[in-house]
């Protein structure tokens, strides 16, 4: 239960439904009583009048009893009713505080935690995880109360009646208790081979869809459909083995309780000749012991739920008690207008202890354009994430405006940047939404005036529905080109004072992409820009340009300087060009 008193404090804050639920749950069950004491008074009333020999108040009894044990079950039903609208719904506001929190967490983490973990399983934790623990939260809760106070009121009055026949009546009781639980296990254990292969078979179907192309040119429909075949056989068989286990839950119930009934008539008849007891009582103790066969039953559920439920809230807690690598305790929040050094920086990444850097510095001035320049790992992402703070430097500094970027508050310096990442991610939205991303008030002159900086008007107005055509998931509907100005544009409508270009031009063909580089080196004399490629054609217009090797500045200047100094930088130039002639 360790995991699970993590969730106290949601119980706090709804503490006042909580409370009335607990409430309710008495009443329902002070009201359940009742209905077995007029079973009782009927049937000891019939047999008193057949005795004197006055039937002719029978159908009085009948009708006045019938009357008060629907009344009774009518108000039973209704604190029932609001019981659920009290716990059921305190439950479900508590799932969804906790999926809000670990969304939140999972906003607040750093990259090394997305690296670490994969995608479906922090899903798993925000959808699957919560479900189970929402099971403690509610119908747990609510069953235990009411176990708790319908044993409390029911042994009282069945002890009060006949000792002997209470002891002998719940005999089978526990033993339905423990089979439960232990039938309950193997049906969760089953569940959990069930429910793990239903998610393979789901993974399987997202990577066929997601690759049809790929399968399709590679005539590999054949072997894939095997692969999916055989891991729904397998499912099936599983599913299979569930069932049995299921079939024979409930037999098993009725056979307990069955027994409890025929031990409450034959030793009630037994006491009832010695003259102990009534034939009413009889009656009467069988509606109890029916009263109880489900909550005694449930005890083996409700446990084995709060042991899914504990695993399940560890699971969460290993994700809520993690303390995110980039912290932003701080306040400060400058004007930030580009001016950017790097002090002696090195980056060394945990996950692979990869040295992305190693000891760089330079600057850059407001308004001005930096060309980073190097084959593929030479480090100039990584250059990208530091200065976005997406990873803290394992050595040096990095300043803003002469102010430390760890002394900058992160939301502060992440809106003053306009990041367009090397592997552009597109939301499954509409065009419009992509662009105005990182502010939804719209702007239809800047929109228009963003679409054209990127070369992207005359393709926009031939879609069908223009700017509101659905660009389908990651940008499935638009060419590679088309996707690259587009997350170029949503960087630019963002009006950033610094925009970072990491390698975002790669699949736009030459003549737009000079075109694009114009409209950038105009933006450079506004903003402080930063671009990022292996391609000299897209660097040679910046004021200045660093060239990376294995994560160090091998050569600074700018196009003309490095041309001129007949090194790495001139030796790929000439040989870009030569490929471009060819």
Not at 380 to 386: C, D, G, H, I, P
């Amino acid at each position: 239960m360790n995991d699970l008193f993590y969730l106290n404090k949601f119980f706090l804050k709804h503490k006042n439904l909580f409370i009335l639920g607990a409430i309710f749950i008495f009443i329902s069950n002070f009201f359940a009583l009742y209905p077995a004491e007029f079973v009782r008074k009927a049937f000891d009333s019939i047999s008193h009048n057949i005795q004197s020999g006055t039937n002719n108040k029978s159908i009085y009894i009948l009708t006045k009893y019938s009357f008060l044990i629907i009344l009774f079950a009518i108000i039973k039903g209704v604190f029932m009713y609001l019981m659920r609208q009290t716990i059921i719904v305190m439950s479900r506001k508590i799932e969804c505080d906790l999926k809000n929190e670990i969304y939140i967490q999972y906003q607040k983490l750093s990259l090394d935690f997305y690296k670490k973990n994969k995608i479906g399983d922090l899903m798993n934790r925000i959808s699957e995880d919560v479900s189970r623990v929402r099971m403690y939260l509610g119908p747990v809760i609510m069953y235990s109360i009411n176990i708790i106070f319908l044993f409390s009121l029911v042994l009282s009055k069945m002890f009060l009646i006949s000792k002997t026949l209470s002891l002998y009546v719940l005999i089978p009781l526990p033993l339905l208790a423990i089979t439960v639980y232990y039938v309950s296990n193997k049906i969760n254990s089953n569940s959990e081979l069930v429910q793990k292969q239903l998610s393979n078979i789901t993974t399987i179907s997202q990577e066929v869809f997601s690759g049809i192309k790929i399968i399709k040119s590679f005539t590999n429909e054949k072997s894939v459909f095997n692969n999916f075949l055989a891991n729904c056989k397998d499912y099936t068989k599983k599913q299979l083995s569930l069932i049995k286990i299921e079939a024979f839950f409930l037999p098993l119930i009725v056979t307990l309780i069955g027994t409890s009934t025929i031990l409450t008539i034959y030793i009630g008849g037994l006491e009832s000749f010695k003259g102990k007891i009534t034939t009413g009582n009889i009656a009467e103790f069988i509606i109890y012991v029916n009263m109880l066969a489900w909550p005694v039953a449930s005890v083996g559920w409700v446990t084995s739920i709060i042991q899914r439920a504990a695993a399940s809230q560890s699971r969460i807690n290993s994700f809520l008690l993690l303390k995110p690598k980039i912290t932003d305790n701080k306040k400060n929040k400058p004007f930030i207008n580009g001016d950017i050094v790097f002090d002696k920086v090195s980056l060394i990444y945990e996950n692979t202890n990869i040295k992305a850097i190693k000891n760089i510095s330079f600057s850059i001035k407001k308004r001005t354009s930096l060309g980073i320049f190097g084959k593929t790992g030479s480090g100039k992402s990584s250059v990208a994430n530091l200065i976005c703070r997406l990873y803290d430097s394992s050595n040096g500094d990095i300043f803003i405006n002469n102010i430390n970027i760890k002394n900058i508050k992160l939301s502060s310096l992440r809106q003053s940047i306009g990041y367009v990442p090397q592997d552009n991610y597109l939301f499954s939205t509409s065009i419009l939404n992509n662009i105005i991303f990182s502010n939804y008030k719209k702007n239809s002159q800047k929109i228009n005036k963003t679409i054209k900086q990127v070369e992207m008007m005359e393709e926009i107005n031939n879609f069908q529905k223009g700017l509101n055509t659905i660009i389908g998931e990651r940008g499935v509907q638009l060419s590679g080109g088309q996707r690259q100005r587009l997350g170029i544009a949503r960087s630019i409508y963002k009006d950033s004072e610094i925009l970072i270009f990491d390698d975002c031009l790669s699949a736009v063909d030459t003549n737009k992409e000079n075109k694009i580089i114009k409209n950038i080196k105009k933006l450079s004399q506004e903003k402080t820009s930063i671009i990022i490629s292996h391609r000299i054609s897209s660097l040679q217009h910046c004021d200045k340009i660093i060239v990376l090797d294995k994560g160090q500045i091998v050569e600074k200047g700018n196009h003309e300087q490095l041309i001129n100094k007949n090194g790495f930088y001139s030796e790929i130039y000439l040989s870009q060009m030569k490929k471009e002639i060819d």
